[in-house]
């Protein structure tokens, strides 16, 4: 059997998947958001609720406001926006400002 590699759906490059489960290049620069409370692992990741929704430099940026009152910029990629976007309780259409979401730095 030979290498399997493919193409990541969210950036483009090419990564082994016998050698990765997901892609090591967006796994390396993005941070992790979830709309929805995360099945596993629930202790890793934190809460914080929409402070701003953008787009810059190709990348989604999320600014959220912790359980501290700290503000946290988070950055995902620009093809997961409109995922991200979908399963948040929302109206097309409608701010995510305000709404709650589960989040993972990628220092963390």
């Known amino acids: 059997m030979g290498e399997v590699i493919q193409n990541c759906t969210v950036c483009g490059n090419l990564f ?24 596993h692992d629930i202790e890793c990741w934190s809460t914080g609720t ?3 929704f953008n787009q810059q430099d190709g990348h989604c940026v999320v600014t959220v406001i912790n359980e501290d009152d700290e503000y ?15 399963r ?17 730095k990628h220092s963390d």
Request: include cysteine; aromatic fraction near 10%; proline fraction near 7%.
């Open 16 to 39: 082994n998947k016998d050698v990765n489960r997901s892609c090591p290049y967006c796994a390396v620069y993005y941070d992790r958001l979830h709309s929805r409370k995360p099945a």
């Open 50 to 52: 929409i402070r701003s």
């Open 72 to 86: 946290v910029e988070l950055v995902a990629p620009l093809a997961i926006r409109d995922i991200f976007l979908s």
């Open 88 to 104: 948040l309780d929302i109206r097309d259409g409608e701010s995510p400002v305000g709404e709650q979401i589960w989040y993972r």
